[in-house]
Structures are given as structure tokens and as C-alpha cells.
């Protein structure tokens, strides 16, 4: 899923190009790479993260830096790179974190991480989910649509959230489930 | 915060579980102070079963889409509502201060008549 979701980003070799059968072997390499090695590069992050969240999203960014090899030779020889590859990902999240604590009025990361060619399918696709999320976000609930934006927007914790809008944490989360929820109904319908 | 009714364990279970279950690890590893427990916690779930895997990634997926929106002008004009709106505010916090003055006497008075 997060896979092709950012490896549309930086337009990799589109699979339609390669043969069915060789696509069908790389994947079948690329998968096993993901199910012997997943616990292993989780605990590497993890130890030096320590947030389980940002482990989560290095790992999959090493799986979608895999999945960009285009040959399934090169993929196979990939795994012996796997931890460099793994300790790039890593220097680079740190890069990206200086970045970000020395420029506070930049709230994202991912606005830096922008593609800026996007290809007019992708502006098409974008504009007709940025409605779909619009709506989405108006149709919640007051206090759904406060809780998500003060913690996805403004980078709240559901404790700060929490005294602002004065209701216990753990309303907060519930309240976070259901805007996700209906975002994702929405996003996907 | 692992309890069966917040469908945070349910390993086996139908598709509605599994989504339940990715709603609240999701919101659990968003909050921005989970502990170790909850990390080790989530990490077994996660790794349980593939569709806990792509339940959770779905939701990931979400997250990152919204964050592209974040600078989008009806966007920004939402987030300014809502911080204004949630704003602590100086008349609030003095209004519950008097409430709190106003309360006790009321109280104090009330125990000077019972006695």
C-alpha cells in the first residue's frame, strides 16, 4: 500500500514496461526480502529512533527503495546492501530532522519531499481526492474535525490536544479513530 | 489500554475487527507519547497477520495524503478556525475562576445553614 504510494513520487520504472513474468519474479524476490528481513530492520530502527512509528516508516522506505530496482538480479544482490541501504535511510531521516527543527515555519517534511513534476494524471488524481478529503473533513463531527487537525496539522499530542479543547486524552482518541475512519471511507469510495 | 473492547488484541476476526483494531493502534502511535509497552504491543499485532499489516498501512496512507493537503488555502482557513476556536482563552480561564469563587461561597453557605 505505502509502497506504491510513494513510489509513485519519484515515477519509478513503470512495471507495465517490464515482461509480466520478470515483474512476477521480482516481486516474488522483493517479498521474500520483506518477510526475512521486516523484524530485523523494525528492531534496527527502532533502536535508533526509539518511536516505533518512525521505525515503521524507514522500513517501508527501504522496501520502497527495493522496489525501484528495476532487475530482480540486481534486487537479489540487493541484499547484502540491505543495512546500508538501511543506515541511508536513517542518515537521511536525520538530515531531514535538523532540517526540520531548524525551520520551524516548515511544518512538513513531506512538503519538501514534494515531486515537482508531477505528471497530469497525478495533478487529475490529486485534485479529485483533495476534494473528496475536503468534504470529508467538513462532514465530521465539530470535535472529530478539531481533534484531527490540531494533531495532523498543527502536530499536536493528544495531551496538548486535550487541554486546548478540554476533554480527557482518551476522548481524544476516540475521536481520532473516527476521523480517520470517515477520511478513509472517503479517500477510498 | 490493552483491553479486548478496544479490539487492540484481536488477532482472528473479521474484516470489521481488523479495522477496528487498525483505527485504535493507529490512534494509539499517533498520540505522541506512547510507551515502550504499547510500541512492543503494536509491533506483535502488526506482525500477526497481513491483513493487520494492510489495515494499518491503509490508514498510513490517509495520514501521508492529508499532509499533502496541509498548505491548501481552504485548508489553512480550517486550521486558523480551529485554532482560534480552541485557543485557551483569558475571559474562559477568569470565568472559571469566578464559577470556582462563586461555587465555593455557595457551598460554604450551604454547610453554615446545615449546622
Redesign the interface.
Known amino acids: 500500500m505505502k509502497i506504491s504510494a510513494l513510489s509513485r513520487k519519484s515515477s519509478p520504472p513503470s512495471p507495465e514496461r517490464l515482461p509480466a513474468k520478470k515483474t512476477e519474479k521480482r516481486t516474488s524476490v522483493l517479498i521474500n526480502i520483506v518477510s526475512r528481513y521486516n523484524g530485523a530492520l523494525f528492531r534496527y530502527f527502532r533502536k535508533s529512533t526509539h518511536d516505533p512509528c518512525d521505525a515503521e516508516d524507514l522500513t517501508q522506505e527501504v522496501y520502497c527503495k527495493l522496489a525501484r530496482l528495476e532487475d530482480e538480479e540486481v534486487l537479489a544482490k540487493t541484499e547484502g546492501y540491505l543495512f546500508r541501504i538501511a543506515s541511508n535511510v536513517l542518515r537521511d531521516k536525520n538530515r531531514r530532522d535538523r532540517v526540520r527543527a531548524r525551520d520551524k515555519s516548515v511544518p512538513y517534511d513531506d512538503a519538501l519531499e514534494k515531486d515537482p513534476f508531477p505528471s497530469p494524471e497525478q495533478i487529475i488524481d490529486g485534485r479529485e481526492q483533495y476534494g473528496y478529503f475536503l468534504k470529508a473533513l467538513k462532514d465530521l463531527s465539530p470535535r472529530a474535525r478539531e481533534v484531527f487537525v490540531l494533531s495532523r496539522f498543527e502536530g499536536l499530542t493528544y495531551r496538548q490536544i486535550a487541554q486546548r479543547c478540554g476533554i480527557s486524552v482518551n476522548t481524544v482518541k476516540k475521536h481520532m479513530v473516527k476521523a480517520m475512519a470517515g477520511l478513509k471511507a472517503a479517500l477510498e469510495g | 489500554m490493552m483491553s479486548d473492547k478496544t479490539g487492540l488484541q484481536g488477532r482472528a476476526g473479521n474484516n470489521a475487527d481488523v479495522?477496528k483494531a487498525a483505527?485504535?493502534w493507529?490512534?494509539?502511535?499517533?498520540?505522541?507519547?506512547?510507551t515502550e509497552q504499547e510500541?512492543d504491543d503494536?509491533?506483535i499485532w502488526?506482525?500477526a497477520d497481513p491483513r493487520h499489516q494492510?489495515a494499518y498501512?491503509?490508514?498510513?496512507?490517509?495520514?501521508?495524503?492529508?499532509?499533502?493537503?496541509?498548505?491548501?488555502a481552504?485548508?489553512r482557513v480550517?486550521?486558523e478556525e480551529?485554532?482560534h476556536?480552541?485557543?485557551?482563552s483569558h475571559f474562559i480561564s477568569r470565568f472559571r475562576l469566578l464559577a470556582f469563587i462563586i461555587a465555593a461561597i455557595l457551598i460554604a453557605a450551604f454547610l453554615f445553614m446545615a449546622l
Not at chain 2, 493507529?26 to 506512547?34: P, Q, Y
Not at chain 2, 498501512?57 to 491548501?72: P, R, T
Not at chain 2, 476556536?85 to 485557551?88: E, L
Open positions: 479495522e483505527g485504535n493507529f490512534a494509539v502511535m499517533r498520540s505522541g507519547s506512547g510500541a503494536f509491533k502488526y506482525n494492510k498501512c491503509e490508514l498510513e496512507k490517509v495520514w501521508e495524503l492529508s499532509g499533502d493537503f496541509a498548505e491548501k481552504e485548508v480550517l486550521r480551529v485554532l476556536k480552541t485557543a485557551p
